[in-house]
């Protein structure tokens, strides 16, 4: 049988064929679009995402006024999600929570009633548990929807209408800050104050051509809900501002709190912004635990509605700054805010934009607005005026309209018909008769021969016909007041920034919370501190067993003491030090690890593990042990007989992972590691020959595998030291005792020698020590 010929299929009707790379581009383009456009990234004018703008909305339809009841959240969230939002639930009501929780947003925009969560990062109640309303500043950002002062869209099903972007009475978009994460870009803008965003805006009113420098005198820095004190430097808030990318160092604010006895105590009163108090207080509880802040005792927090987090130091000869310098470099206490001013510009073209843009792109989207209301009003006002006109001549022609509406069969028609240039007046006194307004004659139109049709008969006063006239001059002069405004943009400018003076006095410093949280201040130089300068100095004895246990006993005891080990376990190290002093480990893989002494557990029991205090592998055995000393040097070789100077300064390791100094691989070690006192290097290899060659012949080095110490025909090294050659080489004989050898000519070479057999009664293993 032959196979049938690949011939192309045909699509189904219906369908169309295209290649997948093209079909693939041009869905996952759409998905970015509606992504960037539809949900991560707000829009420059009013500030909101597309779901906050449609619960605002949602919630101005429910009539849920600052004054007004509240409404169950389930309500809410339905209500957006059936008409505007076709999301999920639970993602619109964690939105409309958010709105709702003051340690998040600057000027909250929902008013809630029930649990919302807190700043521990617990969750809200659920929503048929919680209520809403909206708060007055968010009736500031809705001001002006019935006046025609934005566009409206279909919303998804077509069934209603929705704003395309609010009229935005202040810049909400730098007031409450955002943040989104869209494809392939993403945005992050912390809350500001927003009375120095009013002084920002007016400024730019003020002088168009306005510098960032000048504007930053304005607006010196973000403003927290949640206070703290910022301590990144002017110069680098001006450059993020003026590139809109850059970051803010935030930390908490803190005090000094006085006991008895000269005893004293840290209280934190403020946390960063977005920092979860119950974290917060685990993670420093972890520092406590782990002794990477030894002067530090206890955390303890005693927060009611306010943040009050106590810190106890462990002796009051602490520093408080050096205490709190050092929480801030291992703990939230001290946070980076990211500023990525990414935003829609006209709701369509994102663009990361400067402080000035921002404020610009606000400034021109108010203009519009105002101009929309405006003409809104006019509109209003001559069909009002049309509507005045026709009442009064119908005041002026009273007898005869009774007489048309009262025999006519049509009389709308017939008030159209009519010729009122003619005084048809009623009769009266002539003293009471006054000649007909300006263009108060001629035909009636329809509008105002059907307002006169629905006319009241208790309108037919004397009165009423007064007043019309007074209301239609109010409306000539409020008339003339609008046209001049929208031919005017010095006008216009001026009404926006009365309009900014209106929100500043309801919002503004002088408004019930509207006072700046978030002080500044210049971070000191108290990170740099070595940790010994924060450390009670005391004596203690280091003792390391076999099998790697560890621990620090108090005082200076003496190093032939018989101490405790556990079964099958026996003493390698023990020497005196300090508890200001660093503990530095040499493992055979030849990476130097640093133990801090103050964190050593204590001399009562049998210690704890090394391997738990640093990432030392299990495979890897310990060379040295010893106490750090600066300026000091150190001779380090490996199995193979390799090796090389180098500084003790340069092994201190800052993280658990150690530091790798000596290169080793396959089957090589890391073997010595010795503290250079004298003039001369000794090596012996496992063969037992002995070589003796200057120290200068030893290269300094910080990393590497070193150069040749000795040269082997079999096995390697099996011990290295440096001794002075004026004192001779010393060693323990098999009986303990020391011997001393003075005449070394036999052993004296050149570095990379084989050497000469040792001398006679050189120790069995090898050893120098």
Known sequence: MTDAPDTPQSPIEGQSTEPLRRALGTRYLQYALSTIMHRALPDARDGLKPVHRRILFAMRELRLSSTGAFRKCAKISGDVMGNYHPHGDQAIYDALARLAQDFNMRYPLVNGQGNFGNIDGDNPAAARYTEARMTAAAEALLEGLAENAVDFRPNYDGSLSEPEVLPAAFPNLLANGASGIAVGMATNIPPH??????????????????????????????????????????????????????????????????????????????????????????????????????????????????????LEPKSKNVDPEVLMGLL??????????????????????????????????????????????????????????????????????LDRVIDIIRYDEDPRAALMREDWSLDHRRASSEADYQPPAPGLEGELTELQAEAILNMRLRSLRRLEELELKREHDALLKERAGLEDLLESPARQWKRIASELGDVRKAFGAAAPGGARRSAFATAGEVEDVPIEAMIEREPITVVCSQMGWVRAMKGHVALDSVLKFKDGDAGRYIFHAETTDRILLFGSNGRFYTLLAANLPGGRGMGEPVRLMVDLPNEAEIVALFAHKPGAKLLVASSAGDGFLVSEDEVVAQTRAGKQVLNVRGETLAHVCHRIEGDHVAVVGENRKVLIFPLEELPEMTRGKGVRLQKYKDGGL????????????????????????????????????????????FPRDNRFT
């Not at 709190?257 to 685990?282: M, N």
């Not at 993670?283 to 009611?304: C, F, G, H, N, Y």
């Open 193 to 310: 104050n927003l009375d120095e965003l009013i002084a920002g805006c007016l400024a730019v009113i003020h002088d168009p051509e306005i510098t960032d420098d000048a504007l930053a005198g304005h607006i010196p820095g973000p403003d927290f809900p949640t206070g703290g004190v910022i301590v990144e430097p002017a110069e680098n808030i001006r450059e993020a501002y003026r590139t809109g990318r850059g970051a803010f160092r935030l930390r908490a604010r803190w005090e000094r709190e006085e006991l008895s006895r000269g005893t004293w105590q840290v209280v934190v009163t403020e946390i960063p912004w977005q920092v979860q108090k119950s974290r917060l207080i685990e993670r420093i509880a972890e520092l406590i635990q782990t002794r990477k802040v030894p002067i530090l005792a206890d955390v303890r927090d005693e927060s009611a509605d306010d943040v009050r987090i106590v």
């Open 328 to 397: 801030f470099r291992n703990s939230d206490l001290e946070v980076r805010i990211p500023l990525n001013m990414n935003v829609l510009i006209d709701g369509r073209t994102p663009k990361v934009c400067s402080l000035k843009e921002v404020l610009r792109a606000f400034l021109d989207h108010r203009r519009e607005v105002l101009l929309r209301r405006s003409q809104h009003r006019l509109d209003k006002i001559d069909h009002r005026l049309e509507v005045l006109e026709g009442f009064i001549i119908a005041f002026l022609n």
């Open 718 to 761: 099996s011990d290295a030291t440096t001794f002075t050659l004026a004192q001779g080489l010393s060693w323990h004989d098999p009986a303990g005792r020391t011997r001393t050898e003075s005449d070394l000519t036999e052993w004296l070479g050149r570095r990379a020698g084989a050497g000469r057999m040792a001398p006679r009664g």
